[in-house]
């Protein structure tokens, strides 16, 4: 599966929309972009996730770009509760997946009052 | 429609002794995946299983550590002769499939502690 790069951390106003961005330079065009999130202890999180086009549901928006190498997590208006690792996860389509996904380090997203 | 059910929530454990974390998959879901966060650390795969089936143990310690997804029941993950090394929180996802678009839904995870 694409590796992925995310800021470390990012914060957020309050009420404020949340662009959250992720790199995938190496994506290949079965390769999905999974968003996850953690908010502290507790187990993660489905966000949201998409192929090629930009995907929205109640949660977030994704926009991913027309050449697929980088998306960004959109939420609309961020809460103090959104406070919670953010991962980006890419990963392929096909019977030689597995299924597993795996987490890199994300980005701590501190939404402030 | 109860979520995937992990439990206990808390186990401890003294040096030596087992654990047996038990993880409930969602409704009509077929496929379970272990995942170990240590503390101030991420999330790291251990093993994925179907039914009667480990299907990917590449994230599995070579010792100790063991999964099994029977016909009947829960998916067990099993630690023997636990060390301190092994405090971490123990999470269980499951999925409708294991290829194409594939959303995990995750527990709430199992917290060991080793005294």
């Known amino acids: 599966d694409a590796k992925t790069t995310q800021p470390p951390s990012m914060d957020c106003a309050e009420g404020r929309a949340a662009n959250l961005p992720c790199n995938h330079s190496t994506i290949s065009g079965n390769e999905y972009v999974y968003w996850y999130r953690q908010i502290h202890s507790q187990g993660p999180q489905y966000i949201i996730h998409g192929l090629k086009n930009n995907e929205t549901n109640e949660m977030a928006s994704l926009i991913i770009t027309e050449d697929r190498k980088s998306s960004t997590l959109i939420l609309p208006h961020a809460t103090l509760r959104d406070t919670a690792v953010y991962y980006c996860?890419?990963?392929?389509?096909?019977?030689?997946?597995?299924?597993?996904?795996?987490f890199g380090q994300g980005t701590t997203l501190q939404v402030k009052p | 429609n109860a979520g995937v059910m992990q439990n206990p929530r808390h186990l401890v454990r003294r040096r030596g002794q087992e654990a047996r974390l038990r993880c409930s998959p969602m409704k009509g879901h077929s496929h379970v995946y272990w995942y170990r966060q240590l503390p101030e650390e991420g999330l790291k795969f251990m093993v994925y299983?179907?039914?009667?089936?480990?299907?990917?143990e590449s994230g599995m310690p070579k010792e100790r550590f063991s999964a099994e997804f029977p016909k009947e029941g829960p998916s067990i993950l099993r630690i023997q002769q636990v060390v301190r090394g092994d405090s971490a929180a123990y999470f269980c996802?499951?999925?409708?499939?294991?290829?194409?678009?594939?959303?995990?839904?995750f527990g709430a995870g199992s917290r060991l502690t080793v005294l």
């Open positions: 996802a499951s999925s409708p499939r294991g290829s194409g678009a594939n959303v995990l839904t």
């Open positions: 299983l179907q039914k009667e089936n480990i299907i990917d």
């Open positions: 996860i890419v990963r392929a389509d096909g019977s030689s997946n597995t299924g597993k996904l795996i």
